[in-house]
């Protein structure tokens, strides 16, 4: 199993990225999945998350972000728009070992950097 995160870079506030994780060794379409992000000096925290046809999102982050998922593709997204200072972290994908949540991931990947400055 391995898990890729793409997308991140520098961008004013206002702006919008596209993250990717590219995944391999299982069926992305059977696990539940998920973003978290690491800011710097902070704790790691959830982001967003993905199963059978639902999503959850950080409250900070609803209605700016979007995550979804490309079965065929086998990666997974995180659409950030409107993005704020405040979501300057390292972002990292994250698979459960179910297709369900269980909250307790069991493969992460290594994380993409993404900033938000003027």
């Known amino acids: 199993v391995q898990l890729a995160e793409s997308g991140g870079g520098l961008v004013q506030p206002g702006g919008s990225l596209r993250l990717s994780c590219a995944t391999s060794g299982f069926d992305l379409n059977s696990y539940y999945m998920s973003w978290f992000r690491e800011a710097p000096g902070a704790e790691r925290e959830f982001v967003a998350s993905i199963g059978y046809g639902d999503t959850h999102y950080k409250n900070s982050v609803k209605g700016r972000f979007t995550i979804s998922r490309d079965n065929a593709k086998n990666t997974l997204y995180l659409q950030m728009n409107s993005l704020k200072p405040e979501d300057t972290a390292l972002y990292h994908c994250?698979?459960?070992?179910?297709?369900?949540?269980?909250?307790?991931?069991?493969?992460w990947g290594q994380g993409t950097q993404v900033t938000v400055s003027s």
């Open positions: 994250a698979k459960e070992p179910a297709s369900d949540y269980v909250g307790n991931y069991d493969y």
